[in-house]
């Protein structure tokens, strides 16, 4: 079993900056595909960002330009950066990383809130 652990979730002011990070509890240099995904109160859980094996990254709409997800496989760490938070960020954000099919896994999610 694997264990992510997500950090950084505080409370963030419109415009501010935001830096999450989840460690995972083994290497991640094989894995196949890692993610951010968030989810407001009331609403799905959505894809933020993802970054693969080989670096690809995608993005939402919503956080392009806005949003860089990285990687650092000798740290086991999977990273989410923004410059420009908006309203709409505040959410629970969750690590998901998978190393193949039916071999995925999430962390226990980290709440961002976004006030003045």
């Known amino acids: 079993q694997v264990q992510l652990v997500e950090s950084g979730g505080t409370l963030v002011q419109p415009g501010g900056s935001l830096r999450l990070s989840c460690v995972a509890s083994k290497s991640i240099f094989s894995i196949y595909a890692m993610a951010w995904y968030r989810q407001a109160p009331g609403k799905q859980r959505e894809l933020v960002a993802r970054?693969?094996?080989?670096?690809?990254?995608n993005y939402a709409d919503s956080v392009k330009g806005r949003f860089t997800i990285s990687r650092d496989n000798a740290k086991h760490t999977l990273s989410l950066h923004s410059n420009s938070v908006k309203h709409e960020g505040a959410a629970d954000y969750y690590c998901y990383a998978t190393w193949g099919p039916r071999d995925g896994y999430w962390g226990q999610g980290i709440q961002v809130a976004v006030s003045t």
């Open positions: 970054i693969t094996s080989g670096g690809t990254t």
